[in-house]
């Protein structure tokens, strides 16, 4: 059964994001365990796939140290099942992977057998190992009943993402399948840190305020301010992926001890946290402006 | 106009629209625009569209009776002369297209991926031609191997943009162009290469290139009275196999969802063997540890998958990691195959087999030589499939009587007396790739080059 609202307390969520087995599955997991320790309310783990077409350079190159390190969708069920962290935990991966979980092989190697096994086998996997909930950027509502049935059979939760683009029907088809939380995309393009947190944030949020689920926002936050200000706008909680993959990206390259990153990753974490709580206690007032 | 009830853009169950959020306004709002001006010709888009291909892109090109081709295999062999559209190559027919349908759309901006060079030279002289701001995006590997169409492109204005991921070719491209789309959807087009991506670009395409399987329809009757026996077409996505097939399938098998353009199918369509001739590589075999597999062969060895926007059959490792695709044609070089294609060998409406490297490269020389021809090598593959079936080596081992005679009998009934090859592009392009493969292996019929080996 999912944990995921448990996340969504009375105080904003803070969401980080990594790829598992970046750059390799032990530092994974004390990098997991440092954003729990810094506050994070949920983590989002990436299981990564090759041909990441919503990912921004940053995540592209984790992507890559990833998969060279050797990472398999066993692989990753091994290291979320291992993990000791008391928080929910969302799976973010390509639809492939889904679709071929369970699969002998991936082509018909002569034998004709090239049916896909469906996202069945990998939900139940995912839901044995103690995985919350989905989130998939390039399955859109309209292709995702077949995963979530799949979700259903296993009490997990489906996310779905809302671009600035997203039209108002289009909204309503989203609304019917989201559990979990909604993540927000705070602007177009793909993932990756920004100076400055997009206008299009506190437009997004207005649109579906009256949606039942969390809004999470993510694309872009890169600071305590920026998550301030994302919470001030209305978010229920933040995404962070790319500015903290930076810190894994700068370890690799300046061949950081393994605890080092990880401190890194602990402080980053919680001034992503107190950015955000600091504008939770301070919102009662902006409203009363 | 069709409504959007069953508007889900999938050939039975391949197809549909696998791709982030932030771009499905921009595909529902291409749909919209593909189903008033292409199907339904408002504002006289496919009036406008036929006159530029006409004038500016050479159209009708020659259904030619190959005469040598047509004395070695004892049957009478045609030659569809795309190589003679502008720009050497198919690709003119669907880039010429897609950048007026944006023009119509009132976008202001064009992005396209590119392989081997040939669909960004043809979206780079179509974005000229309708005076159109132009980027394109391709893998760093093709860039060194294809220089003459890097320059090309940059000639007629376009920008390049390399994309260094990866093993840095085609399927990089597409999905850093994709990126690209997702970030400035709002006043950008994207001028997708082949019969590939999330729908509506696979039928779109395939409507585009559906001028050749038209033209071949009208010139067979003329020429010969009846139709062809058999379309013999090599496939990478598939933009010039479907070109060639489109008008030989009814609208009913093309289209699950009952949304093609709507033509009713003819009595004789079914009477057109229709073969997809893919890369073969060097190896049908897939290394799924290693994730590479030595061919490019799709149809023909892949397992459904999820890739670029749409469900099809891909080259992927046990986990659904794609892997790197192989062939000697740098244009039929992609790890997945266009959705309607891979529906139509599921339904036995058209047969995928393949051909080797070597194959390719031989019948590249030998239609060189004996027809005046030098083809490409993505349509050397087509050349040397009707060679593998009819060719006198083939003739000299039917002695044996084996299975595989049986089967070779099989094929050879199935390409007929009549036999339509499309030859999608002409061969310029790959003269140093040719001159370079042809010296590491023993190539018969290949004219020896040694002495000017120096000079290249």
Not at chain 1, 94 to 109: K, M
Not at chain 2, 106 to 122: D, F, S
Not at chain 2, 188 to 208: I, K
Not at chain 2, 321 to 348: N, W
Request: with cysteine; aromatic share 6%.
């Amino acid at each position: 059964m999912s944990r995921l609202p448990s996340a969504f307390g009375s105080e904003p969520a803070f969401i980080p994001y990594l790829a598992v087995g970046d750059p390799d599955i032990p530092s994974s997991k004390q990098y997991v365990e440092a954003l729990v320790e810094g506050g994070a309310d949920c983590i989002e783990l990436g299981l990564p796939f090759s041909e990441p077409i919503a990912e921004g350079p940053t995540i592209q190159k984790a992507v890559v140290r990833s998969l060279s390190g050797g990472i398999t969708p066993d692989a990753y069920f091994e290291f979320v099942d291992d993990l000791d962290v008391d928080v929910p935990l969302v799976c973010m991966t390509y639809y492939n992977l889904i679709f071929r979980y369970g699969a002998e092989s991936g082509t018909a190697a002569g034998e004709g057998d090239y049916a896909a096994p469906g996202p069945r086998p990998f939900v139940k996997r995912a839901a044995e190992v103690g995985i919350d909930g989905f989130v998939v950027p390039d399955l859109p509502a309209e292709e995702a009943d077949d995963l979530r049935e799949a979700c259903d059979e296993f009490g997990l939760d489906l996310v779905f993402i809302v671009a600035p683009t997203t039209t108002d029907d289009r909204l309503e088809t989203i609304r019917e399948q989201v559990s979990g939380y909604v993540y927000v995309q705070a602007r177009l393009g793909v993932t990756g840190a920004q100076a400055d947190v997009s206008d299009q944030t506190a437009e997004s949020l207005a649109r579906i305020a009256d949606w039942d689920v969390p809004k999470a926002v993510g694309f872009g936050i890169s600071s305590g301010d920026h998550a301030a200000r994302v919470v001030e706008a209305g978010a229920d909680g933040i995404i962070v992926g790319s500015a903290l993959v930076d810190i894994v990206a700068d370890g690799v390259e300046n061949d950081r001890p393994t605890a080092e990153v990880a401190d890194a990753l602990r402080e980053k974490a919680r001034e992503l946290k107190e950015g955000a709580l600091r504008s939770a206690k301070r919102s009662p007032e902006t409203d009363g402006r | 106009m069709s409504s959007d009830s069953s508007a889900d853009g999938k050939f039975g169950e391949y197809g549909g629209q696998y791709v982030p959020e932030a771009l499905m306004p921009a595909i529902e709002e291409l749909r919209d625009a593909y189903e008033r001006y292409v199907l339904e010709n408002e504002d006289g888009f496919v009036d406008e569209f036929r006159q530029r291909l006409g004038q500016f892109g050479g159209r009708p090109t020659p259904l030619q009776h190959a005469e040598h081709l047509s004395a070695r295999y004892d049957r009478e062999v045609y030659l569809k002369r795309e190589d003679l559209v502008h720009g050497g190559a198919h690709k003119l027919n669907n880039a010429l297209g897609q950048v007026l349908l944006a023009k119509y759309m009132g976008k202001e901006r064009i992005v396209a991926e590119t392989g081997a060079g040939q669909h960004g030279t043809a979206t780079a002289m179509a974005a000229a031609h309708l005076d159109m701001p132009c980027e394109i995006y391709m893998g760093e590997t093709d860039i060194q191997r294809q220089r003459p169409n890097v320059f090309r492109m940059r000639i007629n204005g376009a920008d390049l943009n390399p994309v260094t991921a990866g093993r840095g070719t085609l399927k990089e491209a597409i999905s850093e162009t994709m990126r690209d789309w997702a970030t400035n959807v709002d006043d950008t087009h994207y001028v997708v290469g082949s019969v590939v991506g999330p729908a509506p670009f696979p039928e779109m395409v395939r409507e585009f290139q559906s001028v050749i399987s038209e033209e071949v329809r009208k010139q067979a009757k003329e020429q010969f009275g009846t139709l062809p026996d058999s379309v013999v077409a090599c496939a990478g996505g598939g933009s010039n196999t479907m070109g060639a097939f489109a008008e030989f399938v009814d609208s009913e098998a093309r289209s699950a969802s009952g949304r093609s353009s709507g033509r009713s199918p003819r009595e004789d369509d079914e009477d057109v063997s229709l073969l997809a001739v893919e890369a073969g590589g060097s190896s049908l075999a897939v290394d799924e540890e290693e994730g590479v597999a030595p061919n490019s062969a799709s149809l023909s060895t892949g397992g459904q998958g999820v890739l670029h926007g749409a469900r099809t059959k891909v080259l992927q490792d046990e986990w659904g990691q794609i892997v790197e695709s192989h062939s000697v044609s740098a244009g039929l070089d992609y790890a997945g195959v266009g959705p309607e294609l891979a529906y139509l060998v599921d339904e036995d409406r058209v047969s995928a087999v393949n051909v080797g490297d070597d194959a390719a490269l031989e019948a590249f020389h030998r239609l060189s030589q004996e027809e005046g021809i030098i083809p490409a090598l993505e349509s050397s593959h087509a050349l040397a499939y009707v060679e593998k079936v009819l060719g006198p080596e083939r003739s000299a081992a039917t002695g044996a009587a084996d299975a595989d005679a049986e089967v070779d009998d099989e094929a050879a009934e199935l390409l007929g007396d009549r036999i339509v090859i499309n030859l999608s592009g002409r061969g310029d392009k790959d003269l140093e790739t040719v001159i370079e493969e042809t010296d590491k292996r023993d190539i018969p019929n290949a004219p020896d080059m040694s002495e000017f080996a120096g000079g290249l």
